[in-house]
Structure formats: C-alpha cells, structure tokens
C-alpha cells in the first residue's frame, strides 16, 4: 500500500474536524475524494502534506503511513526532496510576478543544483510542456496573466517538476470550463499511465472525479460514508441521490 490513513483526527484550535478517518491508496492507483463543501477534503490533503500552517489543521490522533511508515513526524520538505508526494493546492498558488518557465525551475529547486541549467530546462521539455503544450506557448508569460486554465496546468507542472512519486490535487477542476476541465483529467490520466504516477484527487464535483478515478470515498462533516469502485459509488443510490443529482 502506498498510503494509508488510519483513524486519523484533525483539529483548527479545539474544533475536531476530521474524527477517525480511514483510507488507503495503492501505488499506481486514481483515487478521489469527493464531499460537499466544508466536508474536511482540504483538511485531509494539508494533514497528508504535513503542512504546519496557519491555515492548515493539527492532526491530533491516528496515523498517516507511506510505503508502510509513519510520516506523522516527517516534515513537509523531506517528503517531497525525497519525491514522496507533492500538493497541487486550492487556488493553485503560483507566482503570479513571475513567468511560467520561473514558476518551473523554482519548484525543481529543492532537489536540483541550481548550476543544473541543462537538466532543468530538458526536464521541463520532457515532463511538463510534453503533457501541457499550451504552457510551451505560453512560457514567458507572466503566471498572473494566465487564465484560470493555464494556472491549474502550470500549478500541476510544478508538482511534476518536484518528481513526486504521488500527486494531491485539490479540486482541480474549480473554475474550469469544461473543454479544459477534460484536458486536464486527460492529462492527468496519461501521467498515470506513462509515468505511473499515483493520484489523490478530491473533488465537489462528484460526477467528473468518478469518471475520472478508478475507485473513490466519500465524505461527509469529517467522516468517512461510503467507498469502493467509482461503479459502485455510481450505482449507489445513496450517493446518486446526494452527490450526483439524483
Ligand atoms: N483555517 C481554518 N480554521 C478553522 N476552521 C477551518 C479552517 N479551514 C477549514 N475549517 C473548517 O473545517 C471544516 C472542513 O473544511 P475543509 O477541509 O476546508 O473542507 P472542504 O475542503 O471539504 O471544503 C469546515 O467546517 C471548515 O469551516
Ligand atoms: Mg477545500
């Protein structure tokens, strides 16, 4: 098992808003979680990130392992130098002064000699403007003048940049319309299937997250409700009911 999330509890001040979370995730999988909002999907992925954050809460109880091993103690810069896992957070947080090719070669960094010129730049060819050509043409523009788009894919570049062995995206299809929404679960797929890169994706929107994924959960105020393959989840009319319109 890649991930594994056992009973996990997590806290805003005394405010539990995680209570006893359990899920797990093999190598190689797609899996989504998928939850109204305010339902505690934000809150998983902060705490699986180990981000230590004003706004990010404090897992209190249980256990978060990755390839078997508690990462509960490790912190948020050794997972992704070691390319355990990278976030593509809500909101996308790129750097909007800075262009497209910048917000890349910051976010090889961590892990890359800085005098590295040459392998930035052809990792960036190979792994990011391969996936996303519209960033190719797009690579001295400035983040801020991107379209909301263009900003999810350069915001998913970067993780790519950083080699995670595991990608978080949270609600990556926010504000999209739907042609670009599709290339960017296309895209996401191809990555899955080439480079066997392993995905966590929570989503509001339900329908396209299961079209997506291969097996999901939902959650519900900071539990766990249902899980299983995103036929099941389909098919049931529970989930049918609340979370796919009827
Ligand atoms: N920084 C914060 N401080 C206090 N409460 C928060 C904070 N962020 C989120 N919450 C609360 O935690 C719960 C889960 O929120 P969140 O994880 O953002 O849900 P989702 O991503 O599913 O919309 C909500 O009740 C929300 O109001
Ligand atoms: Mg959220």
Redesign the pocket.
């Known amino acids: 098992m890649l991930m594994e999330v056992k009973n996990l509890t997590a806290s805003?001040g005394n405010?539990e808003?995680l209570h006893g979370v359990d899920f797990n995730i093999e190598r190689g999988e797609i899996v989504t979680l998928i939850?109204a909002?305010?339902?505690?999907?934000?809150?998983i992925l902060m705490s699986l990130a180990r981000l230590v954050r004003p706004?990010a809460p404090v897992v209190s109880g249980g256990d978060i392992l990755y390839d078997g091993k508690s990462i509960l103690k490790t912190e948020p810069h050794t997972l992704v130098q070691n390319h355990l896992l990278a976030l593509v957070p809500e909101g996308r947080h790129i750097f909007g002064n800075l262009t497209v090719e910048e917000n890349l070669k910051i976010a090889a960094y961590p892990h890359h000699n800085k005098s590295d010129r040459a392998v930035i730049e052809s990792e960036i060819r190979g792994m990011v403007y391969e996936l996303f050509p519209r960033l190719t043409e797009r690579r001295k523009q400035r983040g801020e003048l991107l379209s909301g788009g263009e900003q999810q894919m350069l915001a998913v570049g970067r993780a790519l940049m950083t080699g995670a062995a595991f990608i978080m995206l949270d609600e990556p299809s926010m504000g999209l319309a739907p042609k670009l929404m599709h290339e960017m679960f296309r895209a996401l797929r191809q990555l899955n299937q080439e480079k066997n890169i392993t995905i966590l994706v929570v989503e509001q929107n339900a329908k396209v997250a299961l079209e997506f994924a291969g097996r999901g959960y939902v959650l519900k105020t900071g539990e766990i409700i249902a899980g299983g393959t995103s036929e099941e989840l389909i098919a049931n009319p529970g989930v049918k009911k609340a979370y796919l319109g009827g």
């Open positions: 805003y405010i808003v939850g909002n305010g339902a505690g999907k934000t809150s706004e």
